[in-house]
């Protein structure tokens, strides 16, 4: 994916006759499947998790201890057989000790500037892994001699010029996967960037079919979902999402998850009364940015549920400050409180040793859920380098204490 311009898989595995688990645990007769010649390796046994939300009463404070720390370089030994060089962003769906990484426009020739690279073949690519991840353990999902793409690009300047996961979740075994389309990539002439957002769900074949989509530069350019409840108990899915393309506040919605092909379902955050309970319209041209995210320029976010501390956390980068934040909540609506601010590719000191000479511009940042280390505080996400168009696996030491409102 362009960086001037900006820029499931596997439910049900057939190999050699015998099926592997899908990612939900549930039964493979009702779990969405790959396409025929669709496989992927080392699969692991996963075990079925649940978001609990908290109370808006309850406060809890989220500091970080250490990091970011550098992982691995996903793409240090790329799959070229396959066709890939590089790819970005990483956005996670993962459920009990599986994972799958979907990546952004997949290339076949690394960059080596800041005019990107090349040889893209118009789609995303797709790893999966257990959990907890090994940088030394991962496979490439593929679809024949190629890799698997679930989306694809036309490649079409005024049409589709790139189509890339933005976020995603599983519902009932079915993935439903958020993107961003982009219409136009910036150029010298013309630097803007338009897009929309897009909601593709998986097909019992295991193809994603689009569902949805929003206007241009509405507040669903990128869409970052996340389970949860309503302060009175009902099941939904929360989403942080942004508009215009990295020049966006950041806004909050809900919808229930019978209603998520629907976008007039949707439920878009107006503000908070006085109890710090959320306020909502139905009219998407209402939606207000989250208190104290008004002034932020913000593209791709990240959205989770961190069990072990009983927080949710949000991530994103704002190109305003060239910071990446990060938020933590007590329940899937906020208010959010801010944890940290930081650049992982440059430090006070100076650049880290894991940015290599001619390594530039850090973006993405997609928190990976269910992967929180043995004590439960371990963060993890998923990097971007557009020189030389690569994604990295980092890590985060976060602390916690809680305590009673004051």
């Known amino acids: 994916m362009r960086y001037l311009g900006f820029l499931f898989i596997a439910l049900l595995i057939i190999l050699a006759g015998c099926v592997t688990p899908s990612p ?20 692991n046994n996963p075990k079925s998790t649940s978001n609990q939300s908290s109370n808006p009463g309850q406060t809890s404070q989220i500091s970080l201890a250490q990091g970011p720390i550098f992982e691995c370089n996903l793409f240090e030994n790329p799959p070229r057989s396959l066709g890939i060089a590089g790819a970005d962003l990483g956005v996670p769906i993962v459920e009990g000790s599986s994972q799958w990484l979907i990546f952004g426009d997949t290339m076949g020739t690394s960059s080596t500037s800041m005019a990107g690279p090349g040889g893209a073949a118009g789609g995303s690519s797709v790893i999966q892994s257990s959990i907890p991840f090994s940088c030394s353990r991962f496979s ?14 036309k490649r079409i300047a005024g049409v589709d010029e790139s189509t890339v996961p933005a976020g995603a979740i599983t519902l009932d075994g079915t993935i439903y996967l958020y993107a961003m389309r982009v219409t136009h990539w910036g150029t010298a002439s013309d630097p803007s960037v338009s897009g929309y957002g897009v909601l593709f769900r998986q097909e019992t074949d295991g193809s994603f079919t689009q569902t949805a989509n929003w ?12 389970l949860g409840a309503l302060p009175d108990g009902t099941p939904a899915v929360f989403m942080a999402m942004s508009g215009k393309y990295r020049d966006s506040p950041v806004y909050l919605a809900y919808v ?41 320029r913000v593209g791709e976010l990240s959205l989770i549920y961190d069990a072990p501390l009983s927080t949710y956390l949000l991530f994103f980068k704002d190109y305003r400050q060239d910071l990446f934040l990060l938020y933590s909540a007590d329940a899937p609506y906020g208010p959010f409180t801010k944890v940290a601010g930081f650049d992982p590719c440059e430090t006070p000191t100076g650049r880290p040793s894991w940015m290599q000479t001619g390594w530039e511009a850090c973006y993405g940042g997609y928190l990976i859920p269910g992967d929180f280390g043995p004590d ?23 602390n916690s204490a809680s305590g009673a409102p004051g």
């Open 215 to 226: 206007g241009a530069d509405q507040v669903h350019v990128n869409t970052a979902p996340v």
């Open 24 to 43: 939900s645990g549930s039964n493979p007769a009702t779990t969405p499947q790959l396409p025929p010649g669709q496989t992927q390796q080392n699969s």
């Open 376 to 398: 439960g505080h371990e963060l993890h996400f998923t990097l971007s380098v557009w020189v030389p168009y690569t994604t990295t696996m980092m890590k985060m030491e976060m």
């Open 140 to 153: 490439w999902v593929t679809s024949g001699a190629s890799y698997f793409q679930p989306l694809t690009s």
């Open 256 to 296: 229930l998850p019978s209603g998520i092909g629907d976008p007039a379902q949707y439920h878009y955050l107006t503000g908070y009364g006085p109890d710090s309970f959320p306020h909502w319209t139905s009219d998407i041209s209402q939606a207000e940015p989250i208190p104290g995210f008004e002034d932020l």
